[in-house]
């Protein structure tokens, strides 16, 4: 099943709402690939994965090693969405802060919108957050000269630990919506 089927699927409007993401069918685990820092060089390593109960995990080890200190996901996004304001994830985390992102080209490499979230360890969260908050950034730089973020210009959205977070990482995904 391709990502924008799957999406034309997930994408039922209900109270508002529009699914990106919720995870019930292995085949949409394809659609998301992990970027690390062993693009610059560094050693850090991750994987997601789809599970059984309709969840996703992103997990590894971010390492220092050879300057390095990062590991991502992302996956395209070929849907068109209407001028939403916010952004709802539900997530159970390990303690640590995660950068959610979106891109508003389909470019591997360039500028993204993110916002931070701190998880609470093994528990269970909806973390809300408006487009408004979203910063442009490029390689952990705030950009001003930005447009402000908007859901009808997404492309691509991603999931970033990086921050010295050195260490075992593990973050589980029920679902991402739209508000």
Do not use: C
């Not at 709402?17 to 693009?39: A, H, L, R």
């Not at 997530?91 to 995660?98: A, F, Q, S, T």
Request: charged share 20%.
């Amino acid at each position: 099943m391709t990502l924008f089927v799957f999406l034309t699927i997930m994408s039922l409007i209900m109270n508002g709402q529009t699914v990106i993401f919720n995870f019930n069918s292995p085949s949409t685990s394809g659609e998301w690939t992990t970027i690390n820092d062993v693009v610059m060089g560094g050693v850090s390593k991750s994987k997601f994965e789809i599970k059984s109960d309709s969840t996703a995990t992103f997990s590894g080890n971010v390492l220092p090693d050879n300057n390095g200190g990062f590991a991502s996901v992302r996956a395209s996004l070929e849907n068109e969405f209407k001028d939403y304001k916010e952004v709802v994830i539900r997530v159970k985390g390990d303690g640590n802060i995660y950068n959610l992102r979106f891109r508003t080209s389909n470019n591997f490499d360039g500028y993204s919108y993110q916002a931070k979230f701190k998880t609470e360890p093994g528990e269970w969260k909806e973390y809300t957050v408006p487009f408004s908050e979203f910063k442009p950034t490029f390689r952990g730089n705030t950009l001003s000269n930005k447009p402000k973020l908007e859901s009808k210009n997404i492309k691509q959205i991603g999931i970033l630990i990086a921050d010295k977070q050195f260490g075992n990482f593990e973050l589980t995904l029920d679902w991402i919506h739209f508000n």
